[in-house]
């Protein structure tokens, strides 16, 4: 459902520079950006802006949803206003994103992969804001329904998410137990991306 938007992402540079590149040093990485947060969990890296692609990708979403006038929230939007809310969190502004994520309206009641991917975005947001409880709970929720409609790429998502809060709370044991568990399901489902998370947040938790 997601697959063009992340498409776009990718080829403007935005997204999968972000994303793929496991990040070891405490503040820059080649031309990427972190902050200390940030430079938990590879989810959370900001590429540098020299060429403006993550500038296009942020104009592209914006352009695409001052197109919907209605202030209905059918299915695209509901993607695009998460796409807008995840370039605000990889930015560094996790406080700004989840006001924006608890300002929007909700998805659309049969757009199940957009509703998990609000509670897990939240949740994500609330663990770097220090919310643990809530970012537990919230991530907690999207699992739940991500593995009854049986969405495994999804429940990868949630358990990555919820490893990288436990990082941030220095709970390495049960940072690493998920990760571990992320790669087993990786490895039973063929998920590439999947299984190079996991390899990074088992390393990254050895290195501690």
């Known amino acids: 459902m997601f697959s063009w938007l992340v498409s776009l992402l990718l080829l403007l540079n935005f997204g999968g520079r972000a994303s ?3 990040l070891t040093g405490p503040s820059d990485y080649g031309n990427r ?7 938990s969990h590879p989810h959370h890296a900001e590429p540098a802006d020299e060429d403006g692609s993550s500038s296009a990708a942020e104009e592209v979403v914006e352009q ?7 202030g209905s929230c059918p299915e695209n939007v509901s993607q695009l206003r998460l796409i807008r809310a995840q370039i605000l969190s990889l930015r560094g502004h996790a406080d700004a994103a989840l006001a924006y994520l ?3 309206c909700s998805p659309e009641p049969d757009d199940l992969e957009s509703q998990i991917e609000l509670k897990r975005l939240r949740g994500v947001c609330s663990g770097s804001l220090g919310k643990y409880e809530a970012s537990h709970r919230l991530i907690g929720e999207a ?6 409609a049986r969405l495994t790429r999804l ?3 949630a358990l990555l998410s919820r490893a990288f809060v436990f990082f941030l709370q220095k709970d390495y044991v049960s940072s690493d137990r998920l990760f571990r568990e992320v790669f087993e399901l990786a490895r039973e489902r063929d998920g590439g991306q ?4 996991a390899l990074w947040g088992i390393g990254k938790n050895l290195m501690i």
């Open 143 to 148: 699992e739940s329904l991500a593995r009854s």
């Open 64 to 70: 695409s949803l001052h197109q919907d006038a209605s």
């Open 33 to 39: 950006r972190v902050t200390p947060a940030q430079d």
């Open 155 to 157: 429940v990868g998502e």
């Open 20 to 22: 793929s590149v496991p």
């Open 194 to 197: 999947l299984r190079g998370h």
């Open 102 to 104: 608890e300002s929007s």
